[in-house]
């Protein structure tokens, strides 16, 4: 069964903290990407990457970094956490075609709470 | 510019009714449209896409979505509703470059 698995499903940090969110997909798949999600808005796309160690911002980069070095996995950080960075962070994948055709795969999710 | 509007943020049925979750699409090309399901505290699953090789698209679990470009819409319907169909529903639009846009999102309640 094909999978995208995160570390985390549940983080609590304090303000200020260095937080890492890591994901890791089994398909070969050549792109990556984190979302997060909050009540009313959807999904925002926050980074994205076509390949290793490439990357691309998304809608709402900001107070974010992400690293691919390999290609199954794809991490998310969050330098120096706020508690506006409350939110639930999905991790998806997809396999390389440029056109749009290729679906996304989800994580289970990761949510964390800036106290 | 691509964008996802999903109307009615929460949808109630009866057990056994119609399901219909509007979704309308803004797309200066052709797109790709999907319909994804999440269940409480988890991911999102896809239920089906749209391709272009057929107006008519059936996914699982008895869900289906007609691609009306006319009216830029993709509707996801179910012809019954069932308990264990209680999620939320999210209408997604990608093009060239694999960005997606995603609605806002529809829950779904189903009263028994």
């Known amino acids: 069964d094909v999978k995208v698995t995160q570390s985390s499903r549940y983080l609590v940090k304090r303000t200020g903290e260095k937080v890492f969110l890591e994901c890791v997909q089994d398909m070969d798949h050549e792109n990556m990407f984190w979302y997060r999600q909050d009540p009313g808005l959807g999904l925002r796309l926050i980074y994205f990457s076509y390949d290793v160690k490439m990357k691309e911002k998304g809608d709402i980069p900001e107070g974010y970094s992400v690293s691919r070095e390999k290609k199954e996995r794809f991490s998310l950080i969050l330098e120096s956490a706020s508690t506006n960075q409350t939110s639930m962070y999905l991790c998806?994948?997809?396999?390389?075609?440029?056109?749009?055709?290729?679906?996304?795969?989800f994580g289970e999710g990761s949510r964390l709470t800036v106290l | 510019a691509q964008s996802v509007t999903q109307l009615g943020s929460h949808v109630s049925v009866s057990e056994g009714a119609l399901v219909l979750l509007r979704c309308n699409y803004s797309?200066?090309?052709?797109?790709?449209l999907f319909w994804y399901v999440q269940y409480p505290n988890q991911g999102l699953q896809l239920l089906l896409k749209y391709t272009s090789a057929a107006t008519l698209v059936k996914g699982i679990n008895g869900f289906e979505a007609e691609f009306k470009k006319s009216e830029t819409s993709f509707h996801l319907t179910k012809p019954s509703a069932h308990m264990s169909d209680a999620a939320e529903y999210f209408c997604a639009v990608s093009a060239w470059g694999n960005q997606f846009y995603f609605g806002t999102g529809t829950s779904l309640t189903v009263i028994p």
């Open positions: 998806a994948s997809s396999r390389g075609a440029r056109d749009g055709s290729g679906e996304l795969f």
């Open positions: 797309s200066s090309v052709p797109p790709y």
